[in-house]
Nanobody, 118 residues
């Protein structure tokens, strides 16, 4: 069984910054793509950024305030967001494609709430 656990969410003032972390654990042979998604209140889940284990990055939105990175040795992906805006509010989900030695499956974390407010 594979588990993804996000951390780093919370209440942040506009203009601030945060770092989200997501660690994959469990029955892991290899982790391929890791990604962050955001679901704003009343909206569908949307891609923020994804990163292959080789380091190729795809951003779902202009990357100026956002940076995705990962530590393959720790099976961990990070999301740094600067100059936070109210519209960054939402639940941030981590997603990973994991090879468990038998097949490759897509896994999701439980989500971490990020609220940008004064």
């Amino acid at each position: 069984q594979v588990r993804l656990v996000e951390s780093g969410g919370g209440l942040v003032q506009p203009g601030g910054s945060l770092r989200l972390s997501c660690e994959a654990s469990g029955n892991i042979f290899k982790v391929y793509d890791m990604a962050w998604y955001r679901q704003a209140p009343g909206k569908e889940r949307e891609l923020v950024a994804t990163m292959t284990n080789g380091g190729r990055i795809t951003y779902g939105e202009p990357p100026g305030r956002i940076a995705i990175s990962r530590d393959n040795a720790k099976n961990t992906v990070y999301l740094d967001v600067n100059s936070l805006k109210v519209e960054d509010t939402g639940v941030y989900y981590c997603e990973a494609e994991v090879h468990n030695g038998v097949d490759i499956r897509r896994h999701w974390g439980q989500g971490t709430q990020v609220t940008i407010s004064l």
